[in-house]
């Protein structure tokens, strides 16, 4: 995918260069405010979370991720990280082996939303499901609070399927924890396989895992078929 510049945004894909830039961006933005990091309590806007940079540091290295930077040239914000979308390949086995990592985690908080992410994956076997053998993994969407209600998001999804069509991929799939991202998705042709409501994931004791805040009630697992 070429750079290429639209909205006073220039998007392109993610290298090296840039992901200490991306980590910070997150560390401002979706490490405390997507829904479930929100409801965990995961961590205080600013600041890092050793697991989910990992975490993201892992995703930015399949090279299929996009970045939108301001283009502004007149602007005191020209250059900097305005959104990210992170995408990551998703092999067979993956996500079991993610699960059973995720036991020896210290965090638990992490624990808590990653466990719920995973268990939901696991109900079902996409590879067989859709007869792929590879899963072009939509997992982070990002757009700083400074830039949102731009369509920055929008464009982000759809760059996101030129690359996974220019890489030759068949399926895309999203765990869209929010209503906003979840309509996003849908407004680009992705379809709701299969969902959670947060107030009835219990623990055993029936407490709610993750008090979520209105209006987001649920997660989705999307997929687009290409
Ligand atoms: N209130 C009302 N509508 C909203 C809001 C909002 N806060 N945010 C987005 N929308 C709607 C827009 O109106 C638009 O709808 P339209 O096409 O009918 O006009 C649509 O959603 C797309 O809006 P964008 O401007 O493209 O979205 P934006 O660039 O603001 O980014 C995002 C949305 C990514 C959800 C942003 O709010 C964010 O970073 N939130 C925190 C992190 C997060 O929750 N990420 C998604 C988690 S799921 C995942 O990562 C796979």
Redesign the pocket.
């Known amino acids: 995918l070429r750079p290429t510049t639209s909205l006073n945004m220039e998007y392109k894909v993610i290298c090296a260069d840039y992901y200490e830039r991306v980590i910070d961006h997150l560390r401002g933005?979706?490490f405390a405010?997507?829904?479930l990091n929100r409801a965990a309590g995961l961590c205080q806007q600013g600041c890092g979370n050793s697991e989910l940079e990992h975490h993201s540091l892992a995703t930015l290295e399949d090279q299929l991720s996009i970045m939108a930077l301001d283009a502004r040239k007149d602007s005191d914000n020209y250059g900097q990280i305005a959104?990210v979308v992170l995408n990551g390949v998703l092999l067979p086995g993956d996500t079991e082996k993610a699960l059973d990592k995720l036991q020896f985690s210290c965090d638990k908080n992490y624990k808590k939303i990653f466990e719920l992410l995973y268990r939901h994956s696991l109900q079902v076997d996409l590879f067989k499901c859709f007869n792929v053998e590879r899963i072009f993994d939509?997992?982070?969407?990002?757009?700083?609070?400074r830039?949102?209600?731009?369509?920055?998001?929008?464009?982000l999804v759809r760059r996101t399927e030129l690359v996974a069509r220019e890489s030759d991929y068949h399926l895309l799939k999203?765990?869209?924890?929010?209503i906003?991202?979840q309509?996003?998705?849908r407004?680009h042709g992705f379809e709701v396989f299969s969902e959670q409501l947060y107030a009835k994931y219990k623990d055993a004791e029936g407490q709610i895992i993750l008090p979520v805040e209105a209006p987001h009630i649920k997660m989705q697992l999307l997929v687009k078929e290409l």
């Open positions: 933005n979706f405010d997507e829904p959104g939509v997992r982070i969407l990002s757009v700083d609070a830039y949102r209600g731009q369509g920055i998001a929008k464009e999203a765990d869209a924890t929010g906003f991202s309509k996003i998705l407004s």
